[in-house]
Every structure is written in C-alpha cells, then in structure tokens.
C-alpha cells in the first residue's frame, strides 16, 4: 500500500488586510491603529479600509508604536 501524501490543507486564511483597529483589551489599554502585518496588533485585529483608519486617527485613536501608520496615514 502505497504511503499517504500529506494531509489535505484546511480552509485558506484570509488575506491580511492592510489596516486593521485593535480594540481595547487584554494587553491593549486603548484601541490602536495598526498596519495589517504588525506583530503588536494583537489576536483581534478589526480589519479597516485606509479611510477608516485616517478617521480613527483623527478622532484621536492611538497609532501602534510599533509600526506606526500615523507616518503613512496622514498627511
């Protein structure tokens, strides 16, 4: 008997998006924008659109320190 090939893959994961808001939570004071591929976003990363972000930072939500999208969203 010939030998099993390799396990069928699950699901595929979606696409990391480029923008995304932590909310407040465990191990994050305060919601924070973050870049999509961020290693400090957190497990629940709240994919959003540029335009979503650039709103959430004027309204005073803070930027990731880390990978700061304040540098890229603003002008």
Known sequence: MPPAGPPPAGPPSPPTP??????????????????????ARGAALRPASAEEARTALAEGVQ??????????LTP
Do not use: F, N, S
């Open 18 to 39: 480029a923008w995304g808001i932590a909310d407040a939570g465990l191990g994050i004071p305060a919601p924070e924008v973050h870049r999509g591929d961020c290693w």
């Open 63 to 72: 930027a990731c320190e880390v990978c700061r999208p304040d540098r890229v």
